[in-house]
């Protein structure tokens, strides 16, 4: 059976049968899902349905019948290289609110543009154009594009379905999007597009994100649309103004004084915080407790605190609760509230659930990888303590989803349909919550926003202060650094093949708490390292300051004659530039803008990055080497923040020596590569447990997404043995480092040694590996082991993520582990 255009069965992704054989084909050649597909795509009854994870995702024959994966499973293929089942259709449950969404991102790209196209006066900036890979030589009017530059600038607005971004690159897609979606010709037509989009999905309350909903002509706007849009679409929409957890406090009071007049306006549902969780809570707690004191005048007032999106700041999601619930009036949000919830806030959001809930949004987790698997989200957790929750889309149009598909991920993170019914529960009080508290509010029509005051706090004179402040800090910056003679440079350097190594760690005050013994030894640690970078010809990247691990390892530098090179930022501080540093590159304006250049830079040069413990800026620098794939170890036996975070999110790899570090750093022969000419002994463990649900459980490790074979996917635990080691040791090591369990080596039965025969991608001719299996059954005591929870393991360093996962329905495994599993299973039962 041919279809010679090809079947959607993605975005941007089309299936084919060329010469009897699955194909798939991408609109971009490097896409990881293609990749996955045609690993996991099985063509059944002749060619006529197509099979993805013992799911029918296409029919063929007619009625011929297609589900498109949605965001939320393409992503997680990509990654994980396994499909996940989710349900197919409809749910029984499908949200009807999005309370958590906004305004810039709720349509697609494609819907943008087609507005933009269809609206007189809407030009698209040069610039924009030019990062949709379209050269134009000024502004282009929308109308006047092309249908294949509306196709290119429409792709170029949305969060791509494979590809790991970062928070900045998040940014960065707003900032594309805003000459669109900023525009005033284009803002009550978005509105109604928004509404329509809702509606076909089923969604007819949302309240959308937007710092200017209440600035007076989007205000006006929305007085004068949103009653009709309703009538005609039966989709409410209400807005939150937001806030960013980095602004002036001066410039949200201002904002509060003004929410204070608007509050009477029944378009205005209440305030968001928001932006790059790289601050604690803590830091705007003023910004709170006066939005927390508005819902004294208006019932129902809603705070929202983006909070717990990453596992930086672990205390963001308690302080924000502590923070606001001594505001009876209010409604309080927690936006994503994944990480670092204690037991004893989850009782206090549980407590008053009638006014505390929490936001998950899901595909968006996934996109920003600040989840990797289904296993890290807490949304069961959160229901089984009777917290009140919601799902919501971050953005339905940017990431690609809508509210059936986040129901279809719930029931993916664990949510079953009892489950899912308490959170049609949350949504039908906040309904009748939001009616009542709307009931004395002036009707839209009856009521015109006031002319705004003058501003209070960020006034003319505190505004050109802070403007002074930040010029005279680049000016002293410009001195200093030409004082210095060093090189300067705002572009990327470009390296020539040096090896390149990037150290981040703990800095002032993470530096100060240090013992003068993790001093010491770090610091010989740090020589050595230097001394083998120096003999490589290599190049030190640091942040180009003169405290904490860096201006020790520019002392270090200088000592063994290594070149340093400083990524600074404008904001940073003329007295903290180190004299030792050769080059400087400035590459960025802010301390939280800097992790996604820097990782880029070590990422192209093929560099490696080295962690010594560090505070919460460090920790998003090592969210960012993990989301771009840039190598990277963290030093073992340091503390901090940094190290809290890794550790939360699964994807460490700690070192313990100068050696290994090196060995890192010369690890950039082409992948998959062998060390050793002839064979390459390696250990692999079959551990099989009773599951808690009754059948046999296999323990699986996901390899890590830089593994040198079959990276990103699902294995056994094992690894090379080291020289010296018994096979048998090895595997007992492996096991533990991998998976954090521990197995007596008199436990382990031998099943097989196996080699050649194109069983591991790495053998060539000369070199490959001889795998020795073993296998081994838990039982007992043994079964939960510590550090267990469900079925997810933690606390392994060289997997990305270690699982037990049931023998009868296991993913299709990397190399020939499924034919081992079979092996070792037959030794298990004679026994
Ligand atoms: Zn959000």
Wanted: aromatic share 4%.
């Amino acid at each position: 059976m041919t279809h010679p255009s090809g079947l959607g069965l993605a975005p941007g992704h089309r299936v084919k049968w060329i010469d009897g054989r699955i194909a798939v084909e991408a609109d971009d050649d490097r896409s990881r899902l293609r990749a996955a597909l045609e690993r996991n795509l099985v063509a059944g009854d002749g060619g006529h349905t197509l099979i993805l994870g013992g799911q029918i995702r296409a029919h063929l024959r007619p009625p011929a019948h297609v589900e498109p994966l949605t965001a939320f499973e393409a992503r997680f293929l990509a990654d994980n290289n396994v499909p996940l089942s989710l349900p197919t259709g409809t749910p029984a449950f499908s949200p009807r609110t999005d309370l958590h969404t906004h305004f810039a991102g709720a349509l697609p790209g494609r819907l943008l543009v087609e507005l933009a196209a269809a609206t007189e006066g809407v030009t698209v900036p040069r610039g924009v154009l030019a990062e949709a890979g379209i050269d134009a030589r000024q502004d282009v009017p929308a109308a006047a594009l092309t249908a294949l530059a509306r196709d290119r600038l429409a792709r170029s607005l949305d969060v791509p379905l494979d590809q790991q971004i970062t928070f900045q690159d998040m940014e960065r897609l707003y900032a594309r999007r805003s000459p669109l979606t900023k525009h005033p010709r284009l803002f009550v037509p978005q509105l109604w597009a928004i509404a329509r989009g809702f509606a076909a999905t089923g969604v007819h309350y949302a309240e959308l994100s937007l710092s200017t909903a209440v600035e007076p002509e989007i205000l006006a706007a929305l007085h004068a649309s949103l009653d009709s849009i309703e009538a005609d679409s039966g989709v409410r929409l209400r807005f939150l103004v937001a806030m960013s957890r980095h602004d002036d406090l001066e410039w949200d009071l201002d904002v509060l004084d003004r929410l204070e007049q608007c509050l009477p306006s029944r378009a205005i549902a209440g305030v968001d915080i928001m932006g790059h969780e790289t601050c604690s809570t803590r830091a705007f707690v003023p910004v709170l407790e006066r939005a927390g004191a508005l819902g004294r005048a208006r019932p129902g007032f809603v705070v929202r605190v983006h909070a717990g999106e990453n596992p930086a700041f672990p205390e963001n999601v308690r302080e924000a609760v502590r923070a606001l619930l001594p505001f009876p009036g209010i409604e309080i949000r927690i936006g994503h509230g994944l990480y670092g919830v204690d037991g004893e806030t989850l009782a206090s959001m549980a407590r008053n659930s009638d006014r505390v809930i929490v936001e998950f949004n899901l595909t968006s987790n996934l996109a920003l990888n600040n989840i990797q698997t289904t296993l890290q989200v807490p949304l069961r957790r959160y229901v089984d303590a009777g917290v009140s929750a919601v799902l919501g889309s971050d953005g339905a149009g940017l990431y690609g989803t809508s509210a059936a598909d986040e129901a279809r991920a719930a029931l993916a993170c664990g949510l079953d349909e009892p489950r899912l019914a308490w959170l049609r529960h949350t949504e039908d009080l906040l309904l009748k919550r939001r009616q009542e508290n709307e009931r004395p509010q002036p009707a839209l029509r009856d009521w015109l926003p006031p002319l705004p005051l003058p501003r209070r706090h960020f006034t003319p004179a505190r505004a050109a202060e802070l403007a002074a402040r930040r010029g005279s800090v680049r000016a002293a910056q410009e001195q200093r650094l030409s004082q210095l003679g060093a090189t300067v440079t705002n572009e990327a350097p470009v390296l020539t093949g040096r090896p390149l190594l990037w150290l981040a760690g703990a800095w002032r005050h993470a530096f100060a708490a240090w013992s003068p013994e993790e001093i010491r030894t770090t610091s010989g640690i740090l020589t050595d390292v230097l001394r083998g970078l120096a003999s490589r010809g290599g190049l030190l990247l640091t942040g180009g300051t003169c405290h904490g691990m860096e201006g020790l390892s520019h002392g270090l530098a200088a000592q063994v004659g290594v070149d340093v090179l400083g990524a600074i930022v404008e904001e940073t501080l003329a007295e903290d530039l180190d004299a030792r540093v050769q080059t400087f590159w400035r590459c960025a304006r802010s301390l939280y803008e800097k992790a996604a250049p820097v990782v880029r830079l070590v990422r192209d040069a093929n560099g490696l990055g080295l962690f010594l413990g560090g505070g919460l800026i460090v920790a998003d620098e090592q969210q960012a080497a993990h989301n771009l794939r840039a190598r990277h170890v963290l030093l073992s036996g340091l503390r901090g923040a940094a190290v809290d975070a890794a550790r939360a999110s699964q994807h460490v790899r700690f070192v313990d020596d100068a050696a290994s570090i090196l060995a890192a750093l010369d690890d950039t022969r082409p992948w998959g590569q062998l060390r050793y000419p002839g064979p390459n002994d390696a250990a692999d463990v079959v551990l099989i447990r009773r599951g808690p649900l009754g059948d046999d459980e296999l323990l699986l490790i996901r390899r890590h997404d830089d593994s040198d074979a079959a990276a990103g996917r699902m294995s056994l635990p094992g690894g090379f043995v080291h020289p010296g080691e018994a096979p048998r040791d090895a595997a007992v090591r492996e096991l533990l480092e991998e998976t954090g369990l521990r197995m007596p080596a008199s436990a382990l039965s031998p099943v097989a040694i196996v080699e050649g025969g194109g069983r591991d991608p790495r053998d060539t001719e000369e070199r490959w590996v001889r795998s020795h299996v073993f296998a081994v059954r838990m039982d007992g005591e043994d079964a939960t082991p510590h550090g267990a929870s469900g079925n997810l393991v933690l606390g392994g360093s060289d997997a990305a993520a270690a699982l037990f996962v049931s023998i009868a329905h296991r993913p299709r495994l990397a190399f020939d582990h499924d034919s081992l599993v079979t092996q070792a299973l037959a030794v298990l039962s004679r026994g």
